[in-house]
């Protein structure tokens, strides 16, 4: 069912990076600049340094003001260094902060773009995997890896240059003695992007079953699938646990060698340069300046090590952040304008995840303004045509079309104001009541919001303590029927021409259930509304009622119709009238009840009908 989130190649990434470096070309060149000046002041100190023992070595003219002369300017490139220094870290950081802002809010606006007929098969653990802990991984990187590396290679370049300008032999026997550190960084790179990409996707996995065992627990428990799903669990934290320790282990064997590597190069320069003074090709202080050089190199270079390990982590997460803009739009050029409210199906076949088909070959022409009913057994495929209708999947061959245009090429908000699909999901998010509903309509006014939940029957907004303001989820929620009722609400700011129900209360207790098809009866004026009915009391009272038959539109036509053709229809109206004594529910409105459907609940109630407790219940129509 769900497809898997691409990873970016190392193209895009490396694209994606120049192009984030580009967008903060000047803090680039102003955290460069800065480190060049911060690392040229700290070469000083040790060229000073060795000016001090070569001085004294000398013991001629005025040894004590020399001595004090050349401390003090080490003293001075040391406090300018540190003041640099600080000065470079802190546009580092603020580069780091902004950067990592651009990318997380890339990925977010990138995940709400993303069609809903693809958003729906992607795999919601990964997604938030992604959202979440590789968008914090590149964060911190920026925010810290950067900076403190570009500080750590402008050090090291500059010292090894100095090394080198200060004595060539020196400088390359010292270089030479690096090699171990290239070789240990290079052993361990070959290594750590396929490992750390391994570890990133396994914890994503693990991240999505449990995500998704926890939404399905009522589901997990009925059907008593406990076990099963542990041990998808246990399967899914091996796995991460394995891909854990590869890394791990990466690092157990980067770490040591590079200790022992940095420290070859002042060994290196001692031993050298002792042969050389003792040969009298240079002097103690070229000698000591050098040595003190090697030892400096070896901080930033453990800075190196340190954030290599992070910085690999980091680009497998920006490759997986990256990732979703390859994700399959599926969207065949721009949509143009539905023509009108017309909405068509012509020889539509859907298969789930290139399975069999599930709807096979439909035909279908719903008129503005009339009330269709779909009914069929379950399993018939009346949710997926229902889906398909919404745009929320595409036909796998054939069409479905608002006005002439494909239902699912519509962009989102074109889409809302043409085609909604109500089931019983909905979603109330922790935010005030005015945001809740200006989700569909951002600039929409206190009176259009208020008109809304108005509609629908949502007088309770009056009572709760701040009116539109109120917080829901801080210590106020809503209940099924409210909640019900606020996406209903949406769905009127949302105007759309055509309105699917699928199920919207068949899950609800019967009197909230009642309440909401009253809400609902508000919203159905004056729109076509397709039912998926599962109550045939929707059927009878529909324009049309259309049959599905194991993916295929069997039937079509009104009630009557259907009924004196004798057909799938007439069976099916008949096992349901004789489970109501034998009377016509349609002539006798006050038998709402059972259904054929084992999963029916209540049912859609277009006309004046009434419920069950007797109660005149208001219908459209
Ligand atoms: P019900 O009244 O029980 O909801 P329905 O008529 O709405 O049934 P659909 O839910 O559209 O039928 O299902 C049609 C077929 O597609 C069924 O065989 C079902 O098993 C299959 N199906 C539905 N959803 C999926 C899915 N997400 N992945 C794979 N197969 C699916």
Redesign the pocket.
């Known amino acids: ?1 769900s497809a898997m989130v691409p990873v970016a190649g190392g193209a895009r990434v490396r694209a994606a990076a120049w192009a984030d470096l580009r967008a903060e070309r000047g803090a680039v060149a102003g955290l460069l600049l800065l480190n060049v000046l911060a690392s040229a002041a700290g070469l000083a100190g040790p060229w000073l340094l060795g000016r001090i023992v070569d001085a004294v070595r000398a013991g001629s003219g005025d040894v004590l003001g020399t001595v004090d002369r050349l401390a003090l300017g080490v003293l001075v490139f040391t406090v300018a260094q540190v003041l640099l220094g600080r000065w470079a870290l802190a546009v580092g950081y603020r580069f780091g902060e902004r950067t990592a802002a651009r990318v997380r809010e890339r990925f977010l606006a990138r995940a709400l773009a993303l069609p809903p007929s693809v958003a729906e098969h992607v795999p919601a653990g990964d997604l938030v995997a992604r959202g979440s802990t590789d968008a914090s991984v590149v964060a911190t990187t920026l925010r810290r890896a950067v900076p403190e590396v570009v500080v750590a290679v402008v050090q090291a370049g500059l010292l090894i240059a100095a090394v080198l300008v200060l004595n060539p032999l020196l400088g390359l026997c010292g270089l030479v003695c690096l090699v171990g550190v290239g070789a240990a960084l290079r052993w361990y790179l070959r290594r750590a992007r396929p490992a750390y990409l391994t570890e990133a996707a396994t914890g994503a996995r693990l991240a999505d079953v449990v995500t998704s065992t926890a939404k399905g627990a009522r589901t997990i428990e009925a059907l008593a699938l406990e076990d099963r799903r542990a041990q998808a669990a246990d399967a899914a934290v091996a796995d991460a646990r394995a891909a854990r320790l590869r890394t791990l282990w990466l690092r157990t064997v980067l770490f040591p060698s590079f200790d022992v590597s940095c420290a070859l190069p002042v060994v290196g320069v001692l031993l050298v340069g002792g042969a050389m003074h003792a040969n009298g090709l240079v002097s103690v202080g070229v000698v000591v300046t050098a040595t003190v050089y090697m030892r400096q190199l070896v901080g930033p270079l453990d800075t190196l090590t340190l954030w290599v390990e992070q910085v690999q982590g980091a680009i497998a997460s920006y490759a997986r952040l990256e990732g979703l803009a390859e994700v399959p739009r599926e969207e065949p050029g721009p949509a143009g304008s539905p023509e009108d409210d017309r909405i068509e199906v012509s020889g539509v076949r859907y298969a ?2 290139g ?1 069999r088909d ?1 709807l096979r070959g439909v035909d279908l022409v719903v008129r503005p303004g009339e009330r269709l009913a779909v009914v ?10 229902a889906r398909l209708l919404a745009g929320l999947d595409r036909p796998r061959t054939g069409s479905v079309t608002v006005g002439g245009t494909p239902v699912a090429d519509l962009p989102p908000d074109r889409l809302r104001e043409q085609v909604v699909l109500v089931t019983q999901d909905h979603h109330v998010f922790h935010d005030t009541v005015r945001d809740n509903l200006r989700v569909v309509r951002p600039h929409a006014s206190d009176e259009e919001l208020r008109g809304a939940l108005e509609a629908v029957g949502a007088r309770w907004i009056d009572d709760l303590p701040r009116g539109l303001d109120t917080e829901i989820g801080a210590g106020i929620s809503l209940d099924g029927a409210r909640a019900q009722q606020l996406s209903l609400a949406r769905v009127v700011l949302a105007g759309p021409h055509t309105l699917i129900l699928d199920e919207a209360t068949a899950l609800l207790d019967p009197r909230t259930a009642r309440e909401t098809e009253r809400s609902l009866a508000a919203l159905l004026r004056g729109r076509t509304v397709i039912a ?1 009915a ?1 109550r045939l009391q929707t059927a009878h009272d529909a324009d049309r009622v259309a049959v ?1 038959e194991a ?1 295929e539109l069997v039937e079509l036509g009104t009630h009557d119709q259907l009924v004196s053709a004798g057909g799938h229809y007439a069976r099916l109206w008949a096992s349901w009238h004789g489970g109501h004594d034998g009377r016509d529910p349609g002539r006798q409105p006050g038998a709402a009840g059972a259904s054929p ?1 084992p ?1 029916a609940g209540t049912g859609t109630r277009w006309r004046s009908v009434r419920d069950t407790d007797g109660n005149a219940t208001a219908g459209p129509g």
Not at 376 to 385: F, H, N, P, V, Y
Request: hydrophobic content about 40%; charged content about 10%.
């Open positions: 069912m789930y995840d399975g599930v069929g057994a379950s399993g018939a495929g009346k949710s997926t045509l998926i599962h599905l993916g459907h999963a």
